[in-house]
T-cell receptor
């Protein structure tokens, strides 16, 4: 019963361009998190946005959250080849839940 | 050294064999988790543990068992492996929001299991 669905499934861009990934979910949440996974490696936490926040920034990352539409977007500005990875959203129904629900991921390829 | 270490990193086995995947952490976190990743399906929770006496089933626990030997060690066992258990398995830990105010996970590098 996956809650997060991401689109696009795959995205290819040139270095320097911006990359936008979207995540939709089905039920109310306390927070939404984005993780990055380099090929065949573990996931790394990137950024968290709480349900009472609309936008958050961290370096070249910008996350937005629209709870009325149950959706979030992750924007990576001025992308680099090193940003090539899969990106997953994960939702939490409470701040301390053990059951994060992960989406299916967006595979980003950044060409030099 | 990695905060969350998984062994083995790769394993090929045959149907019916018993397999154990091990996880150890130096984060000092109470919470430990086992996830399974399949192409196109994202990550699914198998089991999670609060401490050595507390084990909880996740979304897909059938065919798996776990043991929390110590705060820092959490192992996943497949008693009789079958081909559809071929997947990438991840161990993760968290402080359950005690510091960050939200349950943020720290993952190991993964254990790729192939069951023939």
């Amino acid at each position: 019963s996956q809650q997060g669905e991401e689109d696009p499934q795959a995205l290819s861009i040139q270095e320097g361009e911006n990359a936008t990934m979207n995540c939709s979910y089905k039920t109310s949440i306390n927070n939404l998190q984005w993780y990055r996974q380099n090929s065949g490696r573990g996931l790394v936490h990137l950024i968290l946005i709480r349900s009472n926040e609309r936008e958050k920034h961290s370096g070249r990352l910008r996350v937005t959250l629209d709870t009325s539409k149950k959706s979030s977007s992750l924007l990576i500005t001025a992308s680099r080849a090193a940003d090539t990875a899969s990106y997953f959203c994960a939702t939490a129904r409470s701040y301390n839940t053990d059951k994060l629900i992960f989406g299916t991921g967006t595979r980003l390829q950044v060409f030099p | 050294d990695a905060d969350v270490t998984q062994t083995p990193r790769n394993r090929i086995t045959k149907t019916g064999k018993r397999i154990m995947l091990e996880c150890s952490q130096t984060k000092g976190h109470d919470r430990m988790y086992w996830y399974r990743q399949d192409p196109g399906l994202g990550l699914r929770l198998i089991y999670y543990s609060f401490d050595v006496k507390d084990i909880n089933k996740g979304e897909i626990s059938d065919g798996y068992s776990v043991s929390r030997q110590a705060q820092a060690k959490f192992s996943l066992s497949l008693e009789s492996a079958i081909p559809n258990q071929t997947a990438l398995y991840f161990c993760a830990t968290s402080d359950r929001g005690q510091i960050s105010g939200a349950n943020v996970l720290t993952f190991g590098a993964g254990s790729r299991l192939t069951v023939l």
